[in-house]
């Protein structure tokens, strides 16, 4: 549920660059949204297996996915690295409130 969130904000960091895109706009959205489908598998299998907090996991997966922004727009690294960097601000807020629906659906451990 928490890694979720990167997909709005892929969107929203999309939105003022949308003129400057390398892909087509549908080839764009299929492999932002495998590689965020791929990053949320392999983080939850990640946190099972090791039993790490799942915001450990965050700072790798929106440097993977801050990389893949980064080299599917046409302008440069420092305007694309800015744009990202603002969008942080919204996976933040996004990811509060994805961690508070979660621990609010999540029935409470008893012993």
């Known amino acids: 549920m928490e890694l979720v969130i990167?997909?709005?904000g892929m969107l929203l960091a999309y939105f003022p660059m949308k003129q400057?895109?390398?892909l087509h706009p549908a080839k764009l959205a299929?492999?932002?949204v495998s590689l965020i489908l791929l990053?949320?598998?392999a983080g939850e299998t990640v946190r099972h297996f090791f039993h790490i907090n799942i915001l450990w996991l965050f700072f790798p997966a929106a440097a993977i996915i801050g990389s893949f922004y980064v080299h599917t727009l046409k302008i440069t690294r420092w305007k694309s690295v800015s744009v990202f960097l603002a969008v942080c601000g919204v996976f933040s807020c996004l990811g509060n409130a994805a961690i508070g629906i979660s621990g609010e659906t999540t029935p409470p451990f008893s012993l």
């Open 6 to 8: 990167f997909l709005p």
């Open 20 to 22: 400057y895109l390398r």
């Open 30 to 32: 299929a492999a932002a």
């Open 39 to 41: 990053l949320c598998l």
